[in-house]
């Protein structure tokens, strides 16, 4: 069955870096792209990043672009989202998503969030 | 981007009733909305995409409607695990935006 594991939460200061991992399993990695949202406590759903299925894309928020760097390791069927600069806003619950039910269009790839790991849990504070 | 408004935030119901959600796009997305619903501590499960296309496994219950920028996710006959928080979500662009949600309480 299909399994998203993230890792990596934690707390750190504001201004340090931190590396978030998601293992996935149970599906071809390769055929999929993959997802981080985020959620603040006690607050909604928040995109945050994209990467295709190859790789060979990537998509930001407005409000992580020039900070967050998405990737994927095929070899570990493994994606990765490395967090420089974090600020306060950025405490949330980071959860990596499968890009799923897509559909290739004139725009580009068109896809859902299918499935989603359990989150990670990420607090900026001094 | 794209702002996603739902309506209500919060809804009051009982075991039975008909639910309605709202969910207006700020510009029009064709059909390329999902609706999502999350219990507390869990992650969002996908229930609806593409406005109305009933995900795998997911109740007769729930069905989605609209095109443009309105949309609405109803479940006929609310159910005790039906309360929940349930978002609405556009894809139509590289700017992915959620609704800011809809919590269904028991009245």
């Known amino acids: 069955q299909v399994q998203l594991v993230e890792s990596g939460g934690g707390v750190v200061q504001p201004g340090r870096s931190l590396r978030l991992s998601c293992a996935t399993s149970?599906?071809?990695?390769?055929?999929?792209?993959m997802h981080w949202v985020r959620q603040a406590p006690g607050k909604g759903l928040e995109w945050v990043a994209l990467?295709?299925?190859?790789?060979?894309?990537?998509y930001y928020a407005d409000s992580v672009k020039g900070r967050f760097t998405i990737s994927r390791d095929k070899s570990k069927n493994t994606v990765y989202l490395q967090m420089s600069d974090l600020r306060a806003d950025d405490t949330a619950v980071y959860y990596c998503?499968?890009?799923?039910?897509?559909?290739?269009?004139?725009?580009?790839?068109?896809?859902?969030?299918?499935?989603w790991g359990q989150g990670t849990l990420v607090t900026v504070s001094s | 981007d794209i702002q996603m408004t739902q309506s209500p935030s919060t809804l009051s119901a009982s075991v039975g009733d008909r639910v309605t959600i709202t969910c207006r796009a700020s510009q029009t997305i064709t059909n390329w909305l999902a609706w999502y619903q999350q219990k507390p501590g869990k992650a969002p499960k996908l229930l609806i995409y593409?406005?109305?296309t009933l995900e795998s496994g997911v109740p007769s219950r729930f069905s989605g409607s609209g095109s443009g920028t309105e949309f609405t996710l109803t479940i006929s006959s609310l159910q005790p695990d039906d309360f929940a928080t349930y978002y609405c979500q556009q894809y139509d662009n590289y700017s992915l935006t959620f609704g800011g949600g809809t919590k269904v309480e028991i009245k």
């Open positions: 990467i295709w299925y190859d790789g060979s894309n990537k």
């Open positions: 149970g599906f071809d990695f390769s055929g999929h792209g």
């Open positions: 593409k406005a109305s």
């Open positions: 998503a499968r890009e799923g039910k897509w559909e290739l269009t004139v725009d580009g790839f068109k896809g859902v969030f299918d499935y």
